[in-house]
């Protein structure tokens, strides 16, 4: 029976109230305080409402804010050209000589973004996803293929991260005499995605010859998971469709992350599972979203004061509002940069994995929590490291190599590895924990009145778990 309306859940709601009252008055008396040091912390700026300063601590949403109406007029523009290239110019064909043509187009209009954002630096990313192509070519279908594409592209975020893009006097010298433009964005700050799509084209065109398919995954799928389950034909597998993958403009940034076979598919035929009206309704959540936010931090300075040494101060209840603020603007700064640029793509017709598909103070386990978080990147390592590693049969060993992998992944750097090794061992803890719990001789557990509320309390300490360490991932998410 729901209880939506109980007494109990009354008193529920009653706490949350008061909890948040209580944290946004904490937050606003903080913030205020720091209005009137003179000066004022540099990272409080002059915003647009009401004639107040503006958090502006956190690069990624100076970056969102600068570019918003750019994004939000651009992209859509290049999507509807997009469309009457494919609908009215080569009539909605999908002969192979239409095929070639769009996928043309994507590959000029991604070459041209890349240049934008990296300037003559877009020649390193050009050159290692050839040279990932050549070795994926040469050797598919092979034991050898899965260990070499692994180590190529592995070697080439390590060295990528100890050169510094490999910006060195000889490389810029013949780099500059080419073009002088530098660029907006360093291209090894991009790499890190651009590395998941290489080993995406290699591993899918492996199993293709490998005759590894995944059918076993396909039944009760959406339309985008029979698409990365379906291997395409060879002639798929080409260089310019591979490019354009690679370099697709609306997921190059930040994602979410589309694996080869999906976007080989709803290149040749677009999604039909969101409508227009769907992806229109989107676009208002996101913009809604970040007014939202917007509002928020010309009142609320808390992320700013976290993100630098005033944190260290606070005690008890002051480091757990301050924890639970910076985890909550950090899961909407990346909800809004994950959702718009989704939006943006499904607008041309390509679909991908939906991220923060749960709200991270409503996650109730360890595992919920990261598959939630970034789940395009779990569907990645799903695919590509947990099935191949084994699977459910051996996860309490495959998750310690998917772990130190995501924390290299993410930069090279000791924190990073201890990060890693930290979510390695919570995992193997709930692992153990709930294996145990769901055995039979608990089974009578399961239906006692207090059951759900252990469930609860357990819930909410992993929340205050994420909470107390939100502070602390300054270094993390701003890296």
């Given at each position: ?73 651009g992209f859509p523009a290049w999507a509807g050209l997009c469309w009457v290239w494919r609908n009215v110019v080569l ?118 010859l490998s005759n590894q398919h995944g059918n076993e995954r396909i039944a009760a799928r959406s339309e985008y998971f ?240 994420l909470v107390y360490v939100a502070p602390p991932l300054r270094e993390f998410t701003q890296a």
């Amino acid at each position: 029976m729901a209880r939506w309306a109980s007494a109990e859940f009354c008193v529920y709601y009653a706490v949350l109230v008061a909890w948040n009252i209580v944290a946004f008055t904490w937050g606003y008396r903080q913030s205020e305080a720091l209005t009137q040091q003179r000066p004022p912390p540099r990272w409080l700026r002059d915003g647009w409402l009401f004639g107040r300063f503006k958090d502006s601590s956190d690069l990624q949403w100076r970056m969102v804010c600068s570019y918003m109406p750019l994004l939000l007029l651009g992209f859509p523009a290049w999507a509807g050209l997009c469309w009457v290239w494919r609908n009215v110019v080569l009539g909605g064909s999908n002969s192979p000589k239409a095929q070639t043509a769009r996928t043309l187009v994507y590959v000029a209009s991604g070459l041209g973004f890349i240049f934008y954002l990296h300037g003559v630096h877009a020649a390193w990313p050009v050159v290692i996803a050839v040279l990932n192509y050549a070795l994926a070519r040469i050797l598919g279908g092979t034991c050898v293929c899965a260990p070499a594409v692994w180590t190529f592209n592995v070697a080439m975020l390590v060295t990528c991260d100890l050169y510094h893009g490999f910006h060195n006097p000889l490389a810029e010298a013949l780099l500059h005499s080419v073009s002088k433009y530098e660029g907006m964005l360093r291209w090894e700050v991009s790499f890190n995605l651009i590395m998941l799509r290489l080993i995406s084209f290699g591993m899918d065109y492996h199993r293709m010859l490998s005759n590894q398919h995944g059918n076993e995954r396909i039944a009760a799928r959406s339309e985008y998971f029979r698409a990365q389950e379906t291997e395409r034909p060879a002639s798929d597998y080409n260089l310019l469709l591979y490019i354009a993958y690679v370099f697709y403009p609306p997921l190059y940034i930040a994602g979410p992350l589309v694996s080869f076979n999906a976007f080989a598919a709803q290149s040749n035929r677009p999604q039909t599972t969101h409508s227009l009206g769907e992806i229109f309704r989107g676009f208002v959540r996101v913009i809604l979203y970040f007014l939202g936010v917007e509002i928020v931090l010309h009142f609320e300075y808390v992320y700013g004061i976290t993100q630098s040494d005033v944190w260290k101060t606070h005690r008890g209840g002051e480091l757990l509002f301050g924890g639970m603020f910076t985890l909550n603007f950090m899961y909407m700064k990346f909800l809004i940069i994950w959702r718009l640029f989704r939006m943006l793509a499904l607008l041309d017709g390509v679909d991908s994995p939906e991220n923060m598909t749960r709200c991270v103070n409503n996650n109730f386990t360890f595992t919920g929590f990261w598959r939630s978080w970034h789940g395009s990147l779990n569907e990645w390592i799903v695919r590509y490291m947990y099935l191949p590693l084994g699977g459910r049969k051996y996860q309490v060993f495959s998750i310690w190599f998917i772990f130190v992998f995501i924390g290299i992944w993410h930069d090279l750097m000791w924190r990073w590895v201890a990060w890693a090794l930290i979510n390695c061992l919570f995992f193997t803890l709930e692992i153990a924990i709930t294996s145990e719990f769901r055995s039979s001789k608990y089974a009578h557990w399961h239906a006692k009145w207090y059951w759900r509320h252990i469930i609860c309390v357990c819930g909410s300490l992993n929340v205050i778990l994420l909470v107390y360490v939100a502070p602390p991932l300054r270094e993390f998410t701003q890296a």
